[in-house]
Structure formats: C-alpha cells, structure tokens
C-alpha cells in the first residue's frame, strides 16, 4: 500500500499532510492525511472544501518558504480522544497558525479550547463555507 501511495505522489495524484505531535499530549504520530490535487473529484461537499483549503495551504506554505521566510510546513492536529484541527501551520517546527474547516457550521470548533493552549498560537482561522458565502472567523 505504501508504495501505491508514493507512486500516487510522485504523479501530483495525491499529497500527504503529517500530523503535529511536539507539544500537544496523547496526540496521533503516525498517520497522515492523504488529499488530492485536483479536489474537483470529490463528491462530498465537505470534504471537497476542506481538500481545497488544504491544497491552497499547502502552496501557502510552499512559496513562504521559497521566498526566504523560513521552513513552513503545513500538518493536521488530532488526539486519541478525536479532538482535531483541520490545519496547522509551522514555522521552522513551531505552531505558527490553527485553521479549522467547516463547511455549514456557524460555531467556533471545541476543539479550540482544548487545544489552542497546547500550541501557544497568538490566534487561529476558522474558514466556514455556507452555501450563500464564504467567511473566515479569527478566533483568539
């Protein structure tokens, strides 16, 4: 399966997001998240949105790093208890900026409160889609 997996790579079919482990406690270590490039395949409304904020995170963090701004690398936060962010940037290895996903969900995440104290984020970005509009809600 792993080498399936790092074919599907190396054709720009799939990437993989790794997940954050340093500072946050009982967290996942060792399973990524794999997404698509072209996200327009997915069926799934929710799931389309989220592999299209990952992609664009992903070339985010991508040209932050080609510009000489440091080592910017993008991961997924979970624990075993199912608490997760979506999306968390790093900047030379340290939390740097949270980005949850919803798609018709107005609330902040409650995975918010457990873990943002963990990561030591001044703040984080909540990107909701509604059918009507796409807003971003900074949470502090």
Not at 35 to 47: R, T
Not at 57 to 65: A, G, N, T
Not at 76 to 100: M, S
């Amino acid at each position: 399966m792993k080498r399936w997996i790092s074919y599907l790579k190396e054709l720009y079919y799939v990437f993989e997001i790794k997940p954050y482990f340093k500072t946050i406690k009982r967290s996942i270590k060792k399973e990524g998240k794999l997404f698509l490039w072209d996200w327009s395949e997915i069926e799934n409304a929710g799931a389309r949105f989220e592999n299209l904020v990952a992609s664009h995170l992903l070339k985010y963090c991508h040209f932050l790093s080609d510009s000489g701004q440091g080592n910017f690398d993008l991961h997924y936060l979970r624990t075993k208890e199912k608490k997760e962010i979506d999306f968390l940037i790093t900047h030379n290895g340290i939390p740097w900026l949270p980005v949850e996903v919803k798609c018709n969900e107005t609330s902040p995440s409650p995975s918010w409160s457990k873990l943002m104290p963990a990561l030591k984020c001044k703040q984080g970005i909540q990107v909701l889609q509604n059918v009507w509009y796409l807003s971003i809600r900074i949470c502090e």
